[in-house]
């Protein structure tokens, strides 16, 4: 096992004198947090529970932002520059993108009259 040794304010420090026992556990639990924003999420949800019509699930997209930070992670990652933290954004955003294209495909016979 390795040591760290950190600056911390003595707020801080006296907070943490409290979990010390749980330091290692805080510490592995901050680092598993979602590599896409809450935001994000919070985006697609709000649109599913929405109960949107057919029309609106086949113009459905991602923000201007999301677009442009899919494009920044897309590119590099055909020049091998992903970092293991920006590879797990993308793959969220992949598995986001999947669940929209379902819905899209669902929605896809009402489009076409055929329901």
């Given at each position: 096992m390795t040591a760290i040794t950190i600056e911390v304010t003595d707020e801080l420090s006296e907070r943490l004198s409290y979990e010390k026992a749980r330091l290692p556990e805080l510490l592995s639990q901050s680092l598993r947090q979602p590599p896409l924003s809450a935001q994000t999420y919070r985006y697609v949800l709000r649109f599913l529970a929405s109960e949107p019509?057919?029309?609106q699930i086949a113009t459905f997209g991602p923000t201007?932002?999301?677009a442009e930070r899919v494009?920044?992670?897309l590119a590099k990652e055909r020049t091998n520059?992903?970092?293991p933290t920006e590879q797990a954004?993308?793959?969220d955003y992949e598995d986001i993108e999947h669940l929209v294209v379902m819905a899209k495909a669902g929605a896809l016979p009402y489009l076409n009259g055929a329901q």
């Open positions: 019509t057919p029309e201007p932002e999301m494009r920044t992670l520059q992903l970092t954004e993308l793959d």
